[in-house]
Structures are given as structure tokens and as C-alpha cells.
């Protein structure tokens, strides 16, 4: 069989049944008749001399070939789907970079991370936030160029993906400034029966921050659970409860002076990862991004626990320059 005899119409129909194992459903999206449509993968089958799929009761399920056939449709297709998200802004002269964040990751790291293109007028960008397995089912069909998040991805020989480390912040404990300017907690030691706002069990520092809580035999009055950071970031500005957060969720607050950091934890530290596919096509903005990634970072490298430093000490208020 030579390469003009493979169909790629019928291979197209293979794909998106194998993708979901029902003929009705795919029929459907793809407005053919359901006979049509399994007429058009028996002519595959015909043409590659095995069959690609069996019936279990209701659902179809790829046999080896069908493994075989739908791992190099899936790259077939998805470098389509890729191509056609390059060409969306080129004919205004303009580059797509199409990012995925996860939902509990803090919107001010992702524009951190992203500021080198803000003021870039050739690069048109395409946020968008959701679940981590939803943003990697998009990466893996080409449809987001890199998914930011704060787990790493498991590796997996069936759908290798290039997980990459950007870089880690610790976390600290926050309250508003007029109440805790030149305080400093333990954490999690002091943190008994304080009234505290803490990430939702989603988020990947829930975890460990409990974990701390149990060791040291602490139990915190918890107020508010928050996955998401743009909604923790409110609350750690407006509640007067404590919160435990990375800084930079709070960067703008703490510069201000509305909020300041009351304690912090090297044992408890937030990592960023940056995720790609291994066969994307190199995209020279989003390399950049990736290569000076550590020095954005999380705003701050990771320091030793307030708590840790002795007696607190006053701080020396520096005076304004005039702008």
C-alpha cells in the first residue's frame, strides 16, 4: 500500500470514533449518517488489511492495530489542529501563543510569566483557566500550546507529555497591616485557634499544610477553604482573618502596605511547572518564556521563616521618592 492510497478522510472518521468508542455520538457531531460513517472506517480497514476495532456490548474498543493506527492519527490530526492555531492572527502579522492555567494557580504568577509578551505587538495571546485533566486533554489535541500548573504531570508512555520546572516560592501567613504590622507567627506552631483562610482541598498546598498542622499537633479555626487564587487574594485583603498563601497572590497588597507577611515556611512551598507536548513545533516566543522562566519565577526566592530570625525586630520604614 503506498501513501496516496491511505484515505485520510476515512482515517479523519476512525479518529473521532476512536476518540469517544460510539458510532452515534460522532455521526452526529459530524452530521453523516450512522451507516455512512461505518462504511467509511470498513473501507479503512479494507485498505490497511486488519481491523481496527471490536465490539464490547454497546461501545467500540480498539484492537492492536487500531492502537497502533489511532496513536499516529492522533499526531496526524493534532498537528493539523496546531497548524491551523498558528495561522489564526497571521494574516494581521501576528504570532498565537494559546496558554492554559489551572484554576487554583494565582493569576498574578501567570502575568508574571507572561509579561515579556505584553508589550510584544507581534504576539497575540490566548488565556485560559480550567481543571488540569480538561487544560492536558486541549494540550494533547494541539488546541493550547502550554498548560502552567502547580502539580507535576505524571509520566505516561501512552501520552508523554514534557513536564518542565519553572520554580517554587515559599509560603507565607498574611494579615492586614494594621493589625500585624511588626508581628510574626510560627507556622504552623503559633497557629492554634487562629481564625485563618486557607487554600481549598484542591490546591496542592492543602496537603501539606495540613500535614504540618497534624505533626505539630496545631488545630487552626478555619474560616474560608479557597481553591481559587483571584478569590483567595479578596479575601486575605478584605476578611481581617489570616491567610495562608503564596506572596505573590498578594504582591500588589503587600506593596501597598494593606496587607503585610506575618510568618513564612520553607517547608511549605508552592512549585510551578510549565507544560508542553513532546512533538509541538518550536515556537521561538514560547522557548524564551520557558528558558528565562526560573528568574521570572515566583517573584522571590524562597526565604528562612520570619519565625525563625529571633525576637521581631522594628522595621526601618523607608520614605517614598517623590515620582
Same mark, same amino acid.
Given at each position: 500500500?503506498?501513501?496516496?492510497?491511505?484515505?485520510?478522510?476515512?482515517?479523519?472518521?476512525?479518529?473521532?470514533?476512536?476518540?469517544?468508542?460510539?458510532?452515534?455520538?460522532?455521526?452526529?457531531?459530524?452530521?453523516?449518517?450512522?451507516?455512512?460513517?461505518?462504511?467509511?472506517?470498513?473501507?479503512?480497514?479494507?485498505?490497511?488489511?486488519?481491523?481496527?476495532?471490536?465490539?464490547?456490548?454497546?461501545?467500540?474498543?480498539?484492537?492492536?492495530?487500531?492502537?497502533?493506527?489511532?496513536?499516529?492519527?492522533?499526531?496526524?490530526?493534532?498537528?493539523?489542529?496546531?497548524?491551523?492555531?498558528?495561522?489564526?492572527?497571521?494574516?494581521?502579522?501576528?504570532?498565537?501563543?494559546?496558554?492554559?492555567?489551572?484554576?487554583?494557580?494565582?493569576?498574578?504568577?501567570?502575568?508574571?510569566?507572561?509579561?515579556?509578551?505584553?508589550?510584544?505587538?507581534?504576539?497575540?495571546?490566548?488565556?485560559?483557566?480550567?481543571?488540569?485533566?480538561?487544560?492536558?486533554?486541549?494540550?494533547?489535541?494541539?488546541?493550547?500550546?502550554?498548560?502552567?500548573?502547580?502539580?507535576?504531570?505524571?509520566?505516561?508512555?501512552?501520552?508523554?507529555?514534557?513536564?518542565?520546572?519553572? !520554580?517554587?516560592? #515559599?509560603?507565607?501567613?498574611?494579615?492586614?497591616?494594621?493589625?500585624? $504590622?511588626? +508581628? &510574626?507567627? /510560627?507556622? *504552623?506552631?503559633?497557629?492554634?485557634?487562629?481564625?485563618?483562610?486557607?487554600?481549598?482541598?484542591?490546591?496542592?498546598?492543602?496537603?501539606?499544610?495540613?500535614?504540618?498542622?497534624?505533626?505539630?499537633?496545631?488545630?487552626?479555626?478555619?474560616?474560608?477553604?479557597?481553591?481559587?487564587?483571584?478569590?483567595?487574594?479578596?479575601?486575605?485583603?478584605?476578611?481581617?482573618?489570616?491567610?495562608?498563601?503564596?506572596?505573590?497572590?498578594?504582591?500588589?497588597?503587600?506593596?501597598?502596605?494593606?496587607?503585610?507577611?506575618?510568618?513564612?515556611?520553607?517547608?511549605?512551598?508552592?512549585?510551578?511547572?510549565?507544560?508542553?507536548?513532546?512533538?509541538?513545533?518550536?515556537?521561538?516566543?514560547?522557548?524564551?518564556?520557558?528558558?528565562?522562566?526560573?528568574?521570572?519565577?515566583? !517573584?522571590?526566592? #524562597?526565604?528562612?521563616?520570619?519565625?525563625?530570625?529571633?525576637?521581631? $525586630?522594628? +522595621? &526601618?520604614? /523607608?520614605? *517614598?521618592?517623590?515620582?
Amino acid at each position: 500500500m503506498k501513501i496516496e492510497q491511505l484515505n485520510f478522510h476515512h482515517l479523519f472518521y476512525f479518529w473521532r470514533v476512536a476518540k469517544t468508542g460510539h458510532l452515534t455520538q460522532v455521526a452526529n457531531e459530524l452530521h453523516v449518517s450512522q451507516s455512512a460513517l461505518s462504511n467509511q472506517i470498513r473501507q479503512l480497514e479494507d485498505r490497511l488489511g486488519e481491523a481496527l476495532f471490536e465490539r464490547t456490548g454497546r461501545r467500540l474498543v480498539l484492537t492492536a492495530t487500531g492502537q497502533l493506527a489511532m496513536s499516529y492519527a492522533e499526531n496526524i490530526f493534532g498537528l493539523g489542529q496546531e497548524l491551523l492555531g498558528r495561522l489564526q492572527g497571521r494574516s494581521e502579522g501576528l504570532v498565537r501563543l494559546r496558554v492554559g492555567s489551572v484554576a487554583t494557580l494565582s493569576r498574578n504568577y501567570q502575568e508574571n510569566w507572561i509579561r515579556p509578551l505584553l508589550a510584544d505587538p507581534t504576539v497575540m495571546l490566548s488565556l485560559e483557566s480550567g481543571m488540569l485533566d480538561d487544560l492536558l486533554g486541549r494540550l494533547r489535541q494541539h488546541q493550547l500550546d502550554v498548560v502552567l500548573a502547580n502539580d507535576a504531570v505524571p509520566a505516561d508512555p501512552d501520552r508523554p507529555l514534557h513536564c518542565r520546572f519553572l !520554580g517554587s516560592q #515559599a509560603i507565607s501567613l498574611v494579615g492586614p497591616a494594621a493589625a500585624w $504590622r511588626r +508581628r &510574626t507567627l /510560627r507556622l *504552623p506552631e503559633d497557629l492554634g485557634g487562629l481564625e485563618l483562610a486557607v487554600p481549598g482541598p484542591r490546591h496542592a498546598l492543602r496537603g501539606q499544610f495540613d500535614a504540618l498542622c497534624l505533626a505539630a499537633g496545631v488545630t487552626p479555626r478555619l474560616r474560608a477553604e479557597v481553591d481559587d487564587m483571584a478569590m483567595l487574594r479578596l479575601v486575605a485583603r478584605d476578611s481581617g482573618w489570616l491567610t495562608v498563601l503564596p506572596e505573590v497572590v498578594v504582591q500588589d497588597e503587600l506593596r501597598a502596605g494593606v496587607l503585610v507577611a506575618v510568618g513564612r515556611s520553607t517547608l511549605l512551598q508552592e512549585n510551578f511547572y510549565a507544560i508542553t507536548t513532546l512533538h509541538r513545533h518550536r515556537m521561538e516566543r514560547l522557548e524564551q518564556l520557558l528558558a528565562q522562566a526560573p528568574a521570572l519565577g515566583a !517573584g522571590r526566592p #524562597a526565604r528562612r521563616s520570619l519565625a525563625d530570625t529571633g525576637p521581631a $525586630r522594628p +522595621r &526601618t520604614r /523607608r520614605t *517614598p521618592k517623590a515620582s
